[in-house]
């Protein structure tokens, strides 16, 4: 069994056929997956997903590139995961320097600000961070640092950074998840990382609906295609399907803190 640690199943794309997306997911061997928040005003669709089906979790966060949103604060992140059994994280958070643009460094500081809060409240809730990164990762690995993220851990999500910050992200406790974009030929970069990250400290993800991985680049991704990603690692690896499935399938359980005798 596969399981797609991130993905977006309240997006709008998912609203007339999330039936049919879920039996997708038993009929590829994918028994669990991430829903993750990325902003407030949408969260409560979120949880209701993960409340309503025994094999779908929640987090909760609002993500560094929605700027005109209402803005989470340390105790309304703190008692949201303490009040619900199926949040399992906190995020998604972290940096996006991406579009950036002509602002300044300085003009940033929110994201940053907001990045020390989901922090905060990972920590005090015991709850693993789900972290994007980018074009920002010395920034993300510094605040990680100075804020002791490496006593709660998580997950770099949908990672495409350097092995260098693979490594610093591993060495505080953080696992690094490969999405459907490992699987494109122009990712030989990734994939070399890929190949050096040790499987004990991976997981798979899809992002879905966006970064589809080959062969449905372009379509409206799905949790059920984390296992072409699965499939393309163990290649890339040279394991077999079966132990990367079973190993990624172990460490979400063990990143998420979910006791799998219940799921």
Same mark, same amino acid.
């Given at each position: ?16 056929? *999330? +039936? ?5 997911? !038993?009929? %590829?061997?994918?028994?669990?997956? /991430?829903?993750? #928040? $990325?902003? *407030? +005003? ?5 949880? !209701?997903? %993960?409340?309503?089906?025994?094999? /779908?979790?929640? #987090? $909760? ?203």
């Amino acid at each position: 069994m596969f399981i797609d640690s991130h993905c977006h199943l309240d997006f709008p794309e998912f609203q007339s056929r *999330l +039936p049919e997306v879920l039996a997708n997911m !038993k009929s %590829a061997s994918v028994s669990n997956a /991430l829903c993750v #928040s $990325v902003d *407030l +005003p949408d969260f409560p669709n979120v949880l !209701k997903l %993960a409340q309503e089906h025994s094999h /779908l979790y929640a #987090s $909760v966060g609002v993500h560094p590139d929605y700027e005109d949103t209402p803005e989470p604060t340390y105790e309304f992140l703190v008692e949201t995961a303490l009040k619900h059994p199926k949040i399992v994280a906190i995020g998604e958070t972290g940096l996006d320097y991406y579009r950036m643009g002509e602002r300044s460094y300085e003009s940033m500081e929110w994201q940053r600000e907001r990045f020390r809060t989901h922090i905060r409240a990972a920590i005090a809730s015991k709850k693993p961070l789900i972290i994007h990164t980018r074009s920002a990762s010395e920034d993300t690995i510094q605040i990680l640092k100075e804020e002791g993220a490496d006593q709660i851990g998580g997950v770099m999500h949908c990672f495409t950074e350097s092995l260098e910050v693979a490594q610093a992200a591993m060495e505080l406790g953080f696992y690094i998840s490969f999405s459907g974009i490992v699987t494109f030929k122009s990712a030989k970069d990734l994939q070399a990382t890929c190949k050096e990250v040790p499987l004990h400290r991976m997981l798979i993800e899809t992002d879905s609906p966006y970064l589809a991985p080959i062969p449905y680049r372009g379509k409206i991704n799905e949790p059920a295609w984390v296992a072409k990603v699965g499939e393309f690692i163990a290649t890339l690896k040279n394991v077999s399907v079966e132990e990367l499935a079973e190993q990624t399938s172990k460490n979400f359980f063990d990143c998420f803190q979910i006791d799998r005798r219940y799921t």
